[in-house]
């Protein structure tokens, strides 16, 4: 099910479907999960809505709106709306076997029907929307769960609010709905993105001075904190963080995760931000000496096994330690597997594995893309004892290639160029290797968008080692007739 966004659509026009009468929950509660899709320049909102039924009237319990085109698989408690709609209660009876659902929508809505006081309806569709560069064109679908605890019957209603142009193609499939609520602790290989209020069941340590919160955007105080999370790169996005004005110095907070089970070896991997003239230490969470040293952590990730070197990444189960730039280039890299959307370009299998269920990260460069556009890609986790060799495999195949290119970015407002390949190199993954000095501390990969469509370029199986090695290819081959100098970044990342 989709929103097409496309004209005689306008901007704030909303698009309806409702379920049929829910009983109330017992227990626990329970978990709705659905999938979404949400790509395109113009994006709008989603919004999901919990219909009561009152003696009166309706009201809307506002449950999330989704501002970004991701959002991560964790538990979001319900909060409620007090503010009664106009609309008059239902005279609908409850289906007592409408407890648990599920609907794919691969031959029908299923219980679902469109809203008739909306503007326009949702859509079903079993391939790409009509609309280039927006919708399930990019391939992007990602899961939500919501914990649903209700005294008193009640409905669902997906609502789709068309952005500020066509671009803006909303997709929705798989919603479930099962007793119990979701999950949102720690396994030994979930990422806690901390979007959640519940902070995935981390707690609070009641003997230490003072708390740490939940944010987005920028902190409360200026020259300190970050301006956006870690996940998304964006004010939308959560992290947590220290509050270090009106603490004093010296003064601790702790956050300690749920119990988890023994284990032989695990790694435990996290993004922390500590900017700020006063910062302390994030190893004990001390605030510093004044009020500009505010620390933030997003993304803990606890898995099995070592840590092993975080710039590596075969992208098999995401992109590892490598980040997107969310605001200072003009589109971002795409996970892929098998062929790419444009015939005549890019690969059809990944290098790790070697077939079409392999993943690998790519520039998809047709439309909206434009010459010239560039995709930027960041790890400043690069640590090397001695100097060493930044290994990777490329593919560059189609009439019309731009530039793959590599920068140590350690200054980040002076990135330097120390590797770059352009033009057609037929349909091959090719080894490239780049000779790294010990102080380098980020690396970016950038790749730049040649002529037209037939431009795909994409990277599989990096690797850094302490081994040193001689640039391959042993000359640097940059497009005259395209930028290939990056954006200049606004501040460090890490």
């Known amino acids: 099910m989709f929103i097409e966004a496309s004209a005689p659509r306008i901007p704030g026009d909303t698009a309806d479907f409702v379920s049929e009468v829910f009983e109330r929950t017992t227990g626990t509660g329970r978990c709705l999960r659905f999938w979404y899709h949400m790509s395109g320049a113009g994006m709008g909102t989603l919004n999901i809505y919990l219909e009561k039924r009152r003696t009166v009237a309706y009201v809307q319990a506002y449950m999330h709106m989704f501002l970004s085109s991701a959002y991560p698989p964790e538990a979001i408690p319900l909060s409620y709306s007090t503010t009664p709609t106009t609309t008059a209660p239902s005279t609908t009876s409850a289906n007592p076997a409408l407890s648990v659902i599920f609907c794919n929508f691969d031959q029908s809505l299923c219980s679902f029907t469109q809203s008739r006081t909306d503007d326009f309806d949702w859509s079903w569709n079993t391939a790409g929307t009509s609309s280039t560069g927006t919708g399930t064109l990019a391939n992007q679908w990602y899961e939500a769960s919501v914990n649903v605890k209700e005294s008193s019957q009640f409905k669902l209603e997906f609502t789709g609010v068309r952005g500020v142009s066509y671009?803006?193609?909303?997709?929705?499939?798989?919603?479930?709905?099962?007793?119990?609520?979701?999950?949102?602790?720690?396994?030994?290989?979930?990422?806690?993105?901390?979007?959640?209020?519940?902070?995935?069941?981390?707690?609070?340590?009641?003997?230490?001075?003072?708390?740490?919160?939940?944010?987005?955007?920028?902190?409360?105080?200026?020259?300190?904190?970050?301006?956006?999370?870690?996940?998304?790169?964006?004010?939308?996005?959560?992290?947590?963080?220290?509050?270090?004005?009106?603490?004093?110095?010296?003064?601790?907070?702790?956050?300690?995760?749920?119990?988890?089970?023994?284990?032989?070896?695990?790694?435990?991997?996290?993004?922390?931000?500590?900017?700020?003239?006063?910062?302390?230490?994030?190893?004990?969470?001390?605030?510093?000496?004044?009020?500009?040293?505010?620390?933030?952590?997003?993304?803990?990730?606890?898995?099995?096994?070592?840590?092993?070197?975080?710039?590596?990444?075969?992208?098999?189960?995401?992109?590892?330690?490598?980040?997107?730039?969310?605001?200072?280039?003009?589109?971002?890299?795409?996970?892929?597997?098998?062929?790419?959307?444009?015939?005549?370009?890019g690969p059809t299998v990944d290098h790790t594995i070697g077939t079409d269920s392999g993943s690998y990260l790519f520039m998809e460069a047709s439309a909206p893309r434009r010459p010239g556009d560039v995709t930027q890609l960041i790890n400043s986790a690069v640590n090397l004892p001695s100097d060493g060799c930044f290994v990777f495999w490329y593919h560059m195949f189609g009439g019309n290639i731009g530039t793959l290119s590599i920068y140590d970015n350690t200054k980040v407002n002076a990135p330097q160029l120390l590797w770059a390949q352009s033009g057609d190199k037929q349909d091959n993954w090719l080894n490239g290797r780049v000779p790294l000095n010990k102080n380098v501390k980020s690396v970016m990969i950038q790749a730049t968008r040649g002529l037209n469509h037939l431009g795909d370029i994409a990277i599989d199986d990096i690797l850094v080692v302490t081994s040193p090695c001689t640039l391959f290819p042993s000359s640097i081959d940059v497009l005259t007739t395209a930028p290939t100098t990056p954006a200049t970044t606004k501040k460090p990342f890490g």
């Open 167 to 345: 671009m803006g193609d909303i997709a929705l499939d798989d919603i479930s709905m099962s007793s119990g609520l979701c999950s949102a602790s720690l396994s030994p290989t979930t990422l806690c993105t901390f979007e959640s209020p519940v902070l995935c069941n981390f707690k609070q340590d009641a003997t230490d001075d003072f708390d740490w919160s939940q944010r987005s955007g920028s902190t409360s105080t200026s020259g300190t904190g970050p301006t956006d999370d870690h996940t998304y790169g964006s004010p939308v996005g959560a992290y947590i963080y220290i509050e270090a004005n009106g603490e004093s110095e010296g003064n601790v907070a702790r956050l300690i995760s749920p119990s988890m089970s023994r284990t032989s070896g695990s790694c435990v991997e996290f993004w922390y931000h500590m900017y700020g003239k006063g910062t302390g230490n994030l190893t004990v969470s001390t605030v510093g000496s004044s009020y500009t040293g505010d620390i933030a952590v997003d993304d803990v990730i606890v898995k099995d096994g070592g840590c092993g070197n975080p710039t590596d990444c075969n992208f098999e189960q995401g992109l590892c330690l490598w980040r997107n730039e969310n605001s200072n280039d003009d589109f971002d890299w795409l996970l892929g597997t098998g062929s790419t959307t444009s015939r005549y370009t």
